[in-house]
């Protein structure tokens, strides 16, 4: 049962609001669920790299690029990185590297030599751009569509394979490959391991992400492994692991990361969406439910890019979800109905807040009365032990009556609750009472106290209420 809804989701420095997802598939346009880039144009469009193509969003349709026999047409569809340079957009591909014009869509594939495996495009501050591939680093000169190439033949790098790219303020760049984090400084590589001695079995250093600190901590990188998170100074050279040995992450394969503020880590996983809190040391999961449309649309997360609205974009290996990580509007709840230990679910027909701020929800499983004060939560239904028990739990509309009383209206009939007195009260349609329909659909009530209904087949019934029992003292059409 989800009960108050939520476009948005909070960070704060010590808190993390209920996170509720916007999510896009192929239902929704996208030309395949393996999605694995974005990024967004200086006129607000969202490019999506996917498996069977690049997609163009803008807010409502998407345009879609392919390739084809058309030389200008992309050289694959298998994405697997996006950078945009202005209005040129690099296209990294399975099979060849491209770049397109955002505005005229004219695309030019380029000669990359043997190094066709596209795994990341990074650009640096003097405007060059470092395209990582399986055959090493292509280096494309500002404006040019000439490169030279690093590999592990003419350099110290560790491995051919490139899956990252940082550059610090002093003008390093850090890489991330298959096998260690290497800087590359004035044209010399050196080669950094950030896994030691845990997981001996596994032979190689995977590098996935590099990100700076929040704020000015120059000199502190994130760096996201296939065995965990590591905390990196470039200027010491020292480093701290975060793994399965010393927090509760879901999944050690740290694929992206973002940073809200100085205090919170959002990592996205093989497994699962953590938020990390590196002050207290706390973590949150967040996973994909088949249940809840809301949730995160998959548990593999690959990259987080946040918008020029604020909000974060996670591309999974299921589609793309969105969340809006502003000031929320509102806040999202969720409560649901169980039978035994199977979660199967609940409407909510009616919510009504009381006097004292206490939140009152009519459902087909009955009436649910939650506190928010001290986060309680009460049920009302058929089943219920007899002072809390309701004529049916097919409950339709909520009214709090000048007494403080709730009136629930069932399909079976009304009930009155009062919490002062901690009594329930049932009526049901009878000659002498002059209720003539036991489906209630809904209460309105009048500045006098007087309390007016509608039931099945009558538009209208007046009921006046007063605080003696019984407590009806007229029913009439």
Known sequence: MIWILSWNFQVTASTVQPF??????????????????????????????????????????????????????LSSNNMSALLLDGDQLWIGTWDGL??????????????????????????????????????????????????????TA????????????????DGDIWIGTYDGLNRYR??????????GDYKPLLQNNLICTIVPSFGDQDSVLWVGTETGLVRFNVN????????????????????????????????????????????????????????????????????????RQNRLWLITSNGVSIVDH???????????????????????????IASDQTVWLATIHGVVHHDRESGTTRMFSSTSKPRHRILLDNVYSLQEDHLGRIWMGTAGGMNVWDEKRQ????????????LTSNYISHFYLEEDGTVWLTAWKVAFLRVVVTQMIPWISNLYV
């Open 20 to 73: 509720f997802f916007f999510n896009l598939t192929v239902k929704d346009g996208l030309s395949s669920n393996m999605t694995n880039s974005i990024v967004q144009d200086q006129y607000g469009f969202m490019w999506i790299g996917t498996q069977e193509g690049l997609c163009r969003h803008d807010g409502y349709k998407m345009l879609y690029f392919q390739s084809g026999a058309d030389p200008n047409s």
């Open 98 to 151: 491209n770049v397109m014009d955002v505005q005229s869509f004219e695309n030019k594939r380029l000669d990359t030599g043997k190094a066709r495996v596209i795994r990341t495009i990074y650009k640096d501050d003097a405007g060059h751009i470092w395209v990582g591939t399986s055959e090493g680093i292509l280096i494309f000169e500002k404006g040019t569509s000439s490169y030279h190439q690093i590999t």
């Open 154 to 169: 003419n350099s110290g790098l560790s491995h051919n394979m490139i899956r990252s790219f940082h550059q610090t303020p």
């Open 186 to 195: 004035k044209g010399v590589i050196t080669s950094y391991d950030l896994k």
């Open 236 to 307: 010491s050279l020292d480093y701290s692991l975060y793994n399965s040995t010393n927090t509760s992450f879901s999944n050690e394969v740290i694929k992206t990361i973002y940073t809200p503020n100085d205090s919170l880590l959002i990592l996205g996983t093989d497994f699962g969406l953590n938020i990390y809190n590196r002050t207290t040391g706390s973590n949150d999961i967040y996973y994909h439910d088949p249940l809840i449309d809301n949730t995160i649309v998959s548990n593999v997360i690959w990259e987080i890019f946040e918008d």
């Open 326 to 352: 502003s000031v929320p509007l509102y806040q999202f709840h969720e409560a649901y109905f169980f039978n035994d230990h199977p979660r199967i679910g609940n409407q909510v027909r009616d919510i009504l």
């Open 423 to 434: 009594k329930m009260y049932a009526i049901t349609a009878h000659p002498q009472n002059g």
